[in-house]
């Protein structure tokens, strides 16, 4: 099986064609094809993601990636063809919000052959609403054009699905069996949640974010503390040299713990940034040292917060797995802390390999086919929502 995957949810234009050979949970898989653009310089003036600049560059990248894609899947045939009126006439209807985009697949459609395609998957929620409808309406349009199914897919469970397979070469991977139940904790610039994954695609939310994700809190400190964005791998680059020339040093600058004794699985990192802004108010002059000593603090905090804070989940519910996802796993110190965590606790711990950590495409396709394996019926009535859900409790 063949599936394509997209993604748009927020500032990564990301296309991918994965292949799979057998059935779950055994199944191996191939990335046939693997295009992804990142949005970062353009936003980083700005010191985060502006959503209709992010609009318009999925617009403008998605049929240049996808053509890359699928010539270096080796599944692209040029040959001129003719659209239909009507076919055109439905596709137009469908891109007719996302500026410019009908006009690209249109040039493009002409000149190829329907690939050699089973499924396309796309990312339809969380994330940005604006960003999130480029994506799920190129999907569409594919679909039409193509008469393929579409699957949408939930964001956070792609970033769950990812890290279940293990690299065996470049572009080669097989699935590990996820020995459930397993507790996922996804940590990202939009989310932090601890997530019971009682078996495959069965979620419940268990822990939440009361205010900012601790993504967000790692941006809202580099700011504070006049770091280049994004700020959570300056923070942490800052925070791993602190530890590594002052390994016993006691801070001068002590962060709370938020929510560390609040007897649930919710988080709060709105309290810790207010507290390093306050800090950095008092200091006469922010030096460099001083400011890799804040870092190492703050980033203390926070692992410390989530380590505790899993280490709950996995007792209170039995758990035989930690599932580690989001942008924010890709983080040194996270995945060294967990290690620990889950030889302490005599569990396996599933963490993806770090360039599938940040938002792709890879993990959109991985997430379909599961879905597909799994019984989920394709769907062409399905809308971009940005507070998508794991689940509807």
Known sequence: MKVLGIETSCDETAVCVIETHGDLP??????????????????????????????????????????????????????????????NEKIK???EREEGLFEMLEKFAEKIEKPDIDAIAVTNGPGLEPAL????????ALGELWNVPLYPVNHMEGHIVVASVDKVSEKEFVFKKIDH?????????????????????NYEIIGDTKDDAVGEAFDKVARILGLPYPGGP?????????????????TAYPLPRPMIHSN?????????????????????????????????????AVVEVIILKTRQAVIEYGARTIVIGGGVSANKKIREDFTILARELGIELMVPEVSASTDNAFMIALAGYVNITSGKKPQMDFRAQGNLRLSED
Not at 133 to 140: E, H, I, Q, T
Request: charged share 30%.
């Open 264 to 300: 649930d699985l919710n988080f709060s990192f709105s309290g810790i940034k207010t507290a390093v802004l306050y800090t950095v108010k008092k200091i006469p002059e922010l030096t460099g040292a001083i400011k890799q000593e804040i870092a190492r603090e703050f980033e203390d």
């Open 133 to 140: 409808w480029v994506g799920v309406s190129f999907a569409k």
């Open 26 to 87: 055994d199944a191996k898989l191939k990335i046939l094809g693997n295009q992804l653009y990142s949005q970062v310089a353009l936003h980083a003036k700005y010191g985060g993601v502006f959503p209709n600049m992010a609009k318009r560059e999925h617009a403008k990248n998605l049929v240049p990636l996808l053509e890359k894609c699928l010539t270096e899947a080796n599944i692209s045939k040029e040959k001129k063809q003719k659209i239909s009126a009507e076919k």
């Open 93 to 95: 209807k469908i891109l």
């Open 181 to 201: 139940p397993a507790i996922a904790l996804l940590i990202s610039g939009g989310h932090t949640q601890l997530v019971l994954n009682k078996e495959t695609l």
């Open 234 to 250: 300056e923070i942490s680059k800052l925070a791993e040299k602190e530890r590594r020339e002052f390994p016993d040093k006691e």
